[in-house]
């Protein structure tokens, strides 16, 4: 039989699934880049104002690692490319993740993908018909931008190298997860890599991006983020770049296609160990089992970003020696202290929204477990619900806790090596890693109150959290009134280090995580599981 056969039938079947959500994540991308260019446009009229803007960012490496190399700023299109194009390709890298672990290795999970596979469908066909739509939705992103920046104005050639640039990481990021969803046996794992990829994409280009002209700019060239940006919209494009996202896609896919034809469907590549005869001790022991994995892949991650870290520090320096107007800048905010404090802020900043994406995860595997039809025969014995519940939030709360110390133990541990003084470093920046908690358990919260008040709408708990990114991103930049940017949890955190300590907001948020929390135990104790 034709390996394909059915291809046609299944595009169909998914753009039928899809038919909500593939529309929202492509008209919300696309329509926040236009609505930045026309706010810049607006705020930014002059040519002189967007260069006195650009002066203020060249030489900050924390402005640079969060948004990226200070590239045509004189120009809308330039400031736009900078301001959102690094956090439009992490969102449309989530939605490629999402979306081809949702139509191959999750269909796998439930079943859905056998029934399919016992009509007329192709070995192939399943996975082809996911990376049609996928790709088809990263040209749909490169076209409708590039249009909605041209009819703005701008000029075209640059208008179409950012929306290449953003397809070409949709592009990269489901090839990446059509490789995971063979490798993983569960759609959690797969979900979990294609994340981490995200992650590190982001960090290896963030290291490059802020590093000094003798440091390891190379860095952005490893990230698929780093290539959009290398394409250079508005600054001179380079289209030849696109071959990268184009070539490595290729390659990837091949890949993904060949461990296709090795394995069994519903096995991964990697099948799952099998437990001990053992057994496990009690509730929390089995909540162990299911999360240890994905909490020492996430300390490992944290770990090495240390040492990215260290290196970004070390090339504080180097700005301030090559650059006697900043360190003169700087005499005035502080010092040289105010642009180390500044960068490290910025960077927990970050950390505290990837150790949230970790607390939603862990909090939701209480669905997962639901959904799977693993947690019914747990609770038809002795064990209470609200006993099996808390044994997974425990990992949500505690884990998310943990995880952030270990980022403000890295971070100070990195820094003060680097600058010969880790007495005073390790405990001002594990102290700022900590104030993060609140924030990030708020968002926890949200995920349990919605696992036990409304099962089936848990993917709101991801949209929070990319509700709060764009606040915090992009909330100043639109000018939102204060109440708007008061709905990130993250908005509240003192700005440490460097910052004032208050501690009113984290109690504030500690009473919210709490409320949150208990509506959703109570829901859960009352609903029906299923």
């Given at each position: 039989m034709n390996t394909l056969v059915g291809t046609g039938s299944l595009v169909r079947l998914v753009l039928r699934r899809e038919r909500i959500q593939l529309p929202v994540w492509i008209l919300v991308v696309s329509g926040i880049v236009a609505a930045t260019a026309s706010s810049f446009a607006s705020l930014y009229p002059t040519v002189q104002s967007r260069q006195e803007l650009a002066a203020s960012i060249v030489n900050n490496p924390s402005i640079l690692a969060l948004s990226g190399p200070a590239q045509g700023l004189d120009t809308i299109g330039g400031m736009t490319e900078w301001k959102y194009g690094a956090v439009a390709c992490v969102l449309v890298g989530l939605m490629a993740v999402f979306m081809t672990v949702r139509h191959t290795r999750a269909d796998e999970e439930t079943g859905r993908h056998e029934l399919l596979g016992a009509g007329v469908v192709g070995r192939y066909a399943k996975l082809t018909a996911t990376l049609i739509v996928v790709f088809g939705a990263g040209l749909a992103y490169a076209l409708l931008i590039g249009f909605a920046l041209t009819a703005q104005g701008l000029p075209a050639a640059g208008s179409f190298a950012m929306g290449l640039g953003i397809g070409g990481c949709v592009w990269f990021f489901s090839a990446v997860t059509a490789v995971a969803a063979q490798v993983s046996s569960s759609s959690r794992a797969a979900n979990g890599i294609g994340g981490a990829v995200i992650g590190a994409a982001y960090l290896l280009?963030?290291?490059?991006?802020?590093?000094?002209?003798?440091?390891?700019?190379?860095?952005?060239?490893?990230?698929?983020?780093?290539?959009?940006?290398?394409?250079?919209?508005?600054?001179?494009?380079?289209?030849?770049?696109?071959?990268l996202f184009v070539v490595i896609s290729v390659v990837l896919l091949g890949v993904g296609y060949a461990l296709v034809g090795r394995r069994d469907i519903g096995a991964g590549l990697l099948p799952e160990r099998a437990g001990r005869p053992s057994g496990v001790f009690g509730t929390f022991g089995l909540a162990w089992r299911l999360q240890r994995g994905i909490l020492i892949g996430w300390t490992v991650g944290i770990v090495v970003l240390a040492g990215a870290l260290g290196g970004i520090s070390q090339s504080l320096k180097s700005i301030l020696d090559s650059s006697p107007q900043v360190a003169q800048a700087l005499q005035h905010l502080g010092g040289q202290q105010s642009l180390v404090d500044s960068f490290m802020a910025a960077i927990l900043d970050v950390i505290g929204l990837a150790v949230s994406v970790y607390a939603i995860q862990a909090a939701l595997r209480l669905r997962a477990e639901e959904t799977a039809f693993r947690a019914e025969p747990v609770l038809a014995g002795s064990v209470a619900r609200l006993r099996w519940a808390a044994s997974h939030l425990a990992f949500a709360l505690i884990g998310s806790a943990f995880l952030l110390a270990v980022a403000g133990t890295a971070t100070g541990l990195a820094v003060g090596l680097t600058n010969g003084d880790v007495g005073t470093q390790l405990p001002r920046l594990l102290g700022a890693a900590m104030v993060q908690v609140p924030a990030v358990w708020v968002l926890a919260g949200i995920a349990t109150a919605l696992f036990g008040l409304l099962p089936r709408l848990t993917s709101l708990a991801w949209a929070a959290l990319v509700v709060f990114l764009l606040l915090g991103q992009l909330g100043s930049l639109f000018q939102l009134s204060q109440w708007a940017l008061d709905i990130s949890p993250f908005t509240h955190l003192p700005k440490l280090p460097g910052g004032e300590f208050t501690v009113v907001p984290l109690i504030w948020l500690l009473v919210v995580t709490a409320a949150l929390t208990l509506a959703g135990l109570a829901g859960f104790r009352r609903r029906d599981v299923g």
């Open positions: 280009r963030a290291a490059g991006d802020s590093a000094a002209e003798d440091g390891p700019r190379w860095l952005s060239w490893l990230s698929p983020i780093g290539w959009s940006q290398q394409m250079r919209p508005f600054a001179g494009e380079r289209f030849w770049v696109l071959a």
